[in-house]
Every structure is written in C-alpha cells, then in structure tokens.
T-cell receptor, first 109, second 117 residues
Framework: QKEVEQNSGPLSVPEGAIASLNCTYS??????FFWYRQYSGKSPELIMS????GDKEDGRFTAQLNKASQYVSLLIRDSQPSDSATYLC?????????FGSGTKLNVKP | EAGVAQSPRYKIIEKRQSVAFWCNPI?????LYWYQQILGQGPKLLIQ????????DSQLPKDRFSAERLKGVDSTLKIQPAKLEDSAVYLC???????????????FGPGTRLTVT
C-alpha cells in the first residue's frame, strides 16, 4: 500500500467548472497536508497547506481535510485553462514526507 | 526573497560515470530535502537535512548516492557510479525548521534533469 494515493487521471473539466482532486493517506499520525501544482517540465509549486480538519479557502482554491477518513481534497472553482497541470498531494507525519504520484488536470476552453 | 537555487539544470552522462548536484536553500531555511522524480511519478524523498544533520535518509541508495551539507547551508548530492535507472529530475527543496504550522512548507528549486546513457 502506498503512503499517499491519488487517481492519476487525467481529469478533464470545462472552463468555469469546479475541479475536484482527491488524495488518501495511510499514516494516521500524519499532521500536515499540502497540495502542489506542477506544470510539465517545471518543479512543484506549493498552492495550499492544511493542518486541521475542515475546509481552508484561498482564492479559487479550497482544501478539505478529514483525518478520521484519512482523506484530503482540493477544489478549484472557476477552473481556467491555466490550471491545467499535475496536482501533487503531500503528507508529513513525524518528519517523514510522502508525495502522491499526482493527478493530471485538463481544463478545456 | 531569492528562491532555492540548483545547478546544473541539465546533465547527460554515461553509465558508470559520476555526477554531482548543488543546492542552495532559501535564506534562513534550516531544513533541506533532496528528491528524485522519475517521469510520471511523484517526488521521492532521498534525504532530509536539518542544519547539517541527517533527519531521514532511509530511501537513499547508499551504495551509490551520497549527500552532504557541511555548513548547514548549501548541499551537494553525488551519484557514483550512475546507472540507467538514475535518469530523473533531482529536486532540492527547503523549509523552516520550527514546529509550528507552516514551518514544514517546502519550496522547490528548478531541479536538475539527469540523463544517463
């Protein structure tokens, strides 16, 4: 079992729609959760971090965390073609970092 | 504020040769990470330093990979001898070292793309 699991996609959504990206993790002791965006040929860029159960909103992005279900999600509202990228979920538990393999998002104009 | 610096950006070597990568973290970031990212996969942590001490190197292939961070600032990662399967992007990231929220947020450098032929 992988420490962090993501659906590889691709997830295709039309411009203006809500994109929903999901991630599950195996370590119940995990304390910090991150979403990174990675454009093709570029390095990962931090877009959201979340540390407690519930929702955290930042502009068009909302991260949701449910520790009981070991589940993290990222919602992107009003998706734009420029949001097309691979989204990586990362989890930190007791100083051990694990990344998922990423979900590729395509936003169609 | 300057970001994480890495060099070189690209490197092509033959198998069995050696190669070294350099990383300079964001100023004030005590924690430094080296990752290997193979095409189509997420980054895999190779080694994590806090200041000049190793926190985690459990996934570092120690028979061929080595890393150091002698003065607690910049770091080098070396591969000797290289194998074909080492072809990947090597990413360096840094973060603050405190225990508070946000202190483990990692910021990545541009990476070094290694091709082993």
């Amino acid at each position: 079992q992988k420490e962090v699991e993501q659906n590889s996609g691709p997830l295709s959504v039309p411009e203006g729609a809500i994109a929903s990206l999901n991630c599950t993790y195996s370590d119940r002791g995990s304390q910090s959760f991150f979403w990174y965006r990675q454009y093709s040929g570029k390095s990962p860029e931090l877009i959201m971090s979340i540390y407690s159960n519930g929702d955290k909103e930042d502009g068009r992005f909302t991260a949701q965390l449910n520790k009981a279900s070991q589940y993290v999600s990222l919602l992107i509202r009003d998706s734009q073609p420029s949001d097309s990228a691979t989204y990586l979920c990362a989890v930190n538990g007791f100083n051990k970092f694990y990344f998922g393999s990423g979900t590729k998002l395509n936003v169609k104009p | 504020e300057a970001g994480v610096a890495q060099s070189p950006r690209y490197k092509i070597i033959e198998k069995r040769q050696s190669v070294a990568f350099w990383c300079n973290p964001i100023s004030g970031h005590a924690t430094l990470y080296w990752y290997q990212q193979i095409l189509g996969q997420g980054p895999k942590l190779l080694i994590q330093f806090q200041n000049n001490g190793v926190v985690d190197d459990s996934q570092l292939p120690k028979d061929r990979f080595s890393a150091e961070r002698l003065k607690g600032v910049d770091s080098t990662l070396k591969i000797q001898p290289a194998k074909l399967e080492d072809s990947a992007v090597y990413l360096c990231a840094s973060s603050l070292a405190g225990g508070g929220p946000g202190d483990s947020e990692q910021y990545f450098g541009p990476g070094t793309r290694l091709t082993v032929t």
